[in-house]
């Protein structure tokens, strides 16, 4: 990409100041809700002990529970919202397709699947290598996807993009419980990520073993916010303002593969996350890729630790993030699917 164009001016009339403002609330958002994620959980610890737990070790049990459990589940909640929430709204200016999602359009599906053949092939793995299962099932879903939602009258469009995602993670989920279900005993060990869960474990050693992979998705995802809007405008009109659409749309996937990826490894598929912060964000800094993607940066986590907390203290037991997540997206697909605007950004 040797030419670089610099983005349209976006549409909202909203000022820099604003969304910088914007942006700032976002973080002290995050921050707070990083810290409610770290006091509430199971067992009776006080937000006073939890924090001091969380800067003094003294190897009692709280500090066991807070330092163990809460920290690195808090964290991976902000490496895979982050990472679903980018992805999402990439994927969507990418294709220009306001339904766009990670798990709606198969992508998470896939990566599923390939870490449940990878698991099948080699039994247990690292983080590292499930990663690497999953991006490739993640890189495959997507372009099937792409290939099968374009044939026919029409080309591609958001609504068959969508019927051809469900119908393609439908039958990707459906193998991945097949195949567990042939030997459990033996997928017990990966069973734990079928619903989507932030609950492991080893939750530090997937934290880290899924951070290059998104960190290196994250920065090229921000880099492309150069090329955008002006991919936005239409492929014909993006290529006369000198913008390498093929390029910046091959590497777009790649980005997308690798957040994609990297997220389903460290926690299981999650739908609807990439789906529903892009929107909700797009309503508070404008159309402006500039601002979007590092908006979903700090919004997806707020949401995906929030519906994490709330699987914590809704039940007596514990809902998955995952399943919280898909109640409130459910309707928000609905919501718009029957809405205006759906056939482009």
Not at 58 to 64: L, V, Y
Not at 216 to 245: E, M, S, W
Not at 294 to 323: N, Q
């Amino acid at each position: 990409m040797a030419t670089t164009v610099a983005a349209p001016t976006a549409r909202g009339g909203r000022s820099g100041l604003t969304r910088s403002m914007a942006l700032i609330v976002l973080g002290a958002v995050l921050v707070g809700i990083s810290l409610l994620s770290l006091f509430v959980g199971s067992g009776d610890i006080s937000a006073g002990e939890a924090w001091r737990a969380l800067w003094h070790n003294d190897h009692s049990t709280n500090a066991e529970i807070v330092r163990t459990t809460r920290v690195p589940r808090m964290l991976l909640g902000l490496l895979a919202g982050a990472a679903l929430g980018v992805a999402g709204a990439l994927m969507q200016a990418l294709t220009r397709n306001p339904l766009a999602d990670p798990g709606l359009l198969g992508v998470n599906a896939g990566a599923y699947l390939a870490m449940v053949l990878g698991f099948w092939i080699g039994g247990a793995m690292s983080t590292a290598a499930y990663a690497l299962f999953a991006m490739a099932g993640a890189f495959v879903a997507s372009g099937l996807v792409y290939f099968v939602g374009s044939r026919g009258r029409g080309g591609v469009s958001p609504g068959k993009l969508v019927l051809t995602g469900v119908a393609v993670s439908c039958v990707f989920t459906g193998l991945a419980f097949g195949l567990t279900m042939i030997d459990p005993k033996s997928f017990d060990a990966i069973r734990g990520w079928q619903m989507g869960t932030l609950q492991k474990s080893n939750g530090e050693a997937i934290f880290f073993g899924a951070l290059p992979y998104v960190v290196v998705g994250l920065v090229v995802a921000v880099a492309l916010t150069l090329y955008l809007n002006a991919i936005a405008l239409g492929d014909d009109r993006a290529r006369a303002l000198g913008v390498p659409v093929t390029t910046v749309r091959t590497v777009g996937f790649v980005a997308m593969t690798l957040l994609c990826g990297a997220a389903t490894a460290a926690i299981g598929p999650i739908s609807f996350l990439g789906l529903m912060v892009p929107h909700a964000v797009r309503a508070i800094v404008g159309p402006d890729q500039r601002w979007i993607i590092p908006a979903c940066l700090l919004a997806s986590p707020i949401l995906f630790l929030g519906a994490d907390v709330i699987g914590r203290v809704a039940t007596p037991g514990e809902l998955p993030v995952g399943m919280v997540t898909a109640f409130i997206g459910a309707p928000v697909l609905i919501w718009l699917a029957r809405g205006r605007g759906v056939n482009e950004l």
